[in-house]
């Protein structure tokens, strides 16, 4: 987001526009089952149609404060920053989504990073797939994926497999 301070002005202007537009709606009270924001990216549950959805965001754009929310919708997944969300029954599940463009960016074992540094990478991602994985199976999709990601940056085998 550039500076510094732009998360937190971006915070405080949205939460500033949802309490003054969005909150107050009648039709989010009647159709918005759940709401969440982080930072400038919202992903909510709605009640109601898909037009009546495309309609409610349309009238969110309609504001004088320069905001305009760029949307997907869908009735059983959508991506939201790095998830991809979707329905198991009557329930939200989670796997782990990378764009189209993600590259295999991970830190080089290589490097001339201090060793618990390299040691910690591969644990953190193994958790933090673990976390955005409801399913025991997109995480041991996922993990097979990072494994092979992690190989191809030179890491050890008993590094990778310690961090899962």
């Given at each position: 987001?550039?500076?510094?301070?732009?998360?937190?002005?971006?915070?405080?202007?949205?939460?500033?526009?949802?309490?003054?537009?969005?909150?107050?709606?009648?039709?989010?009270?009647?159709?918005?089952?759940?709401?969440y924001?982080?930072?400038?990216?919202?992903?909510?549950?709605?009640?109601?149609?898909?037009?009546?959805?495309?309609e409610?965001?349309?009238?969110?754009?309609?504001?004088?404060?320069?905001?305009?929310?760029?949307?997907?919708?869908?009735?059983?997944?959508?991506?939201?920053?790095?998830?991809?969300?979707?329905?198991?029954?009557?329930?939200?599940?989670?796997?782990?989504?990378?764009?189209?463009?993600?590259?295999?960016?991970?830190?080089?074992?290589?490097?001339?990073?201090?060793?618990?540094?390299?040691?910690?990478?591969?644990?953190?991602?193994?958790?933090?797939?673990?976390?955005?994985?409801?399913?025991?199976?997109?995480?041991?999709?996922?993990?097979?994926?990072?494994?092979?990601?992690?190989?191809?940056?030179?890491?050890?085998?008993?590094?990778?497999?310690?961090?899962?």
């Amino acid at each position: 987001m550039g500076a510094k301070c732009a998360p937190t002005y971006g915070n405080i202007f949205l939460g500033w526009w949802e309490e003054k537009i969005v909150y107050p709606s009648v039709t989010f009270k009647n159709q918005v089952r759940n709401w969440y924001r982080y930072i400038d990216d919202v992903f909510f549950v709605w009640l109601g149609t898909k037009e009546d959805c495309i309609e409610f965001i349309d009238g969110l754009n309609s504001n004088p404060h320069n905001i305009f929310l760029t949307h997907s919708v869908s009735n059983s997944t959508i991506a939201f920053l790095d998830l991809k969300i979707f329905v198991r029954g009557n329930r939200l599940a989670t796997d782990l989504f990378r764009k189209p463009t993600a590259t295999n960016a991970l830190l080089e074992f290589n490097s001339f990073h201090p060793w618990h540094t390299k040691v910690g990478v591969p644990t953190g991602q193994f958790l933090r797939v673990r976390r955005n994985c409801t399913l025991d199976q997109d995480f041991l999709s996922q993990a097979r994926d990072l494994t092979d990601h992690f190989k191809q940056r030179n890491y050890p085998k008993h590094i990778i497999s310690t961090a899962f």
